[in-house]
Structures are given as C-alpha cells and as structure tokens.
C-alpha cells in the first residue's frame, strides 16, 4: 500500500510523463514540418516510449492500492532555433526527470517503500540510457557543421541511431 505522499509524488511523476509525450510529439511536428524525416521519427518514438513510461506508472499506482490522478498538461514550446537546440532542450528535459526520478526514489527509500524503489530502479537505468543517448546525438550534432550538407547529415545519422537503437 502506498503511502499517501509517495502517490501524490508517482502522481505528479505519471503528469511529467504525460508532458513528455505532449512534447516530444510536438517536437516530431516541427521537425517534420522542417522535412527532417529522420528526426520527426525518433521524436515520435520518444513520444511512445512515453507513453509507456507514464502507462508503468499508472498501473504500478493502481496495483499498490493508490488512485491514479491526471491533471491538466501545459502546452509544450512549438518551435525550436536549430536542430541542436532542439536536441539540447530535449537532453534538459531527460536531466530533469532524472533528477524527479531521483527524487522519488529518495522518498521511496526514506518511506521504507522498497517495493516501490525495486520498481523505480527500472526508471534509473532508463533514464540514464536517455541521457547517453541524447549525449551521443549532440556529440554527432556538434562534430557535423549545421549548414546545409551538415543538416541533411544530422537528420540521416538521428534516423540511423533510431533505427538500429545504437548510440
């Protein structure tokens, strides 16, 4: 059973995610609108990954005895200067979840809640996988100039990480 702060925190944790999907929606809808096919299919991706982040959390809330609650999701930003501030503000977002993952984890572990920092451990690493990821896509971003051929470049190399799942 869940305490009542620890599902107010997993709460408020299932609306981050739902913002992240509203977001990196949004940001497959500019990049598309910019004709950069490869990286409106990796935003799309991130969005469905998502979904599934928030969808894990809404069912572990339900299972341990708390009541799932959504709010209201801000609207997210529409457009971006380049290519790489978009991946920078995507790489910003990933740091801050880690650290409300963190965070929770903090009160798992403080609430003597293990069950539930067992299950926020699947968390930890996936958001460390986010954040190498990212990384690795700013490192290729400031290593290719972002002029012409270089954009072309950044798109193809954003679409061929996403296909293969390397980093």
């Not at 509203?22 to 991130?46: E, H, I, N, P």
């Amino acid at each position: 059973m869940l305490s009542e702060n620890l599902t107010k925190q997993l709460n408020t944790q299932i609306n981050h995610e739902c913002f992240s999907v509203v977001l990196y929606t949004q940001m497959s809808a500019w990049c598309a609108s910019k004709g950069y096919d490869g990286c409106a299919l990796f935003f799309r991706m991130q969005a469905d990954e998502e979904k599934q982040h928030m969808e894990k959390l809404f069912v572990y809330v339900l299972e341990t005895g708390g009541l799932p609650q959504l709010s209201e999701i801000a609207a997210p930003p529409s457009s971006w200067d380049s290519v790489r501030d978009l991946f920078q503000a995507t790489f910003d977002h990933e740091k801050s979840i880690s650290a409300e993952i963190s965070a929770l984890v903090e009160i798992a572990l403080d609430e003597k809640d293990f069950s539930t920092f067992n299950f926020l451990q699947w968390y930890v690493s996936e958001q460390h996988e986010e954040e190498h990821r990212l990384k690795s896509i700013l490192d290729r971003i400031d290593m290719i100039t972002a002029e012409g051929h270089g954009l072309f470049t950044i798109d193809r190399e954003v679409s061929r990480l996403t296909s293969s799942g390397n980093s």
